[in-house]
């Protein structure tokens, strides 16, 4: 990468879902996984060719960016922008914590009911992450890295493109040499 390349993005800003009940995903982030709710916006605009009126809440992250949920006022409008999530955990949002963070959140979930396959445990080796399924379907993993990350990381960043280089051309053997 050249040194005088513009830069690139900050940060994440806000990743942006559709709800179909705000209340219960207030409950969610804000009672059981502590994420604050900081900003609520009712809105009507001219979107795709028809006015959409809307409500768009934000939960905080602690580097500024947020989680956010769009209701729509029209049952129409709801189901036309609300998209299927799969349930797998391929598909997901990944929030780094530390360990304290990480078992505050385990024990509120457990708190509040959710069970497997809602919630579960992966440890990656050079992380452990717990995930689980919010009340909209989005899943969510709350990942506590490997004590070494830094050379973990700078190692995989050393051999980043051979790595893919070599899973393109078909050789599919493990590189995590940390589980």
Known sequence: MSHNAPPGPLRLHHHATITDDQEATRRFYEDVIGLPLVATWTESDELFGSVRTYCHTFFALADGSALAFF????????????????????????????????DAIRRRIADAGYREPETFVVDHGYCVSLYITDPNGLILEFTTDHPDAEAINAARRRTAK??????????????????
């Open 71 to 102: 209701q729509f006022a029209d049952p129409a409008d709801q189901k036309l922008f609300k998209t299927d999530i799969n349930f797998t955990p391929f598909r997901h949002v990944a929030l780094a914590v530390d360990q304290g963070t990480q």
């Open 162 to 179: 051979e790595d893919l280089d070599r899973w393109l051309s078909g050789d599919h053997t493990s590189n995590n040499t940390y589980r």
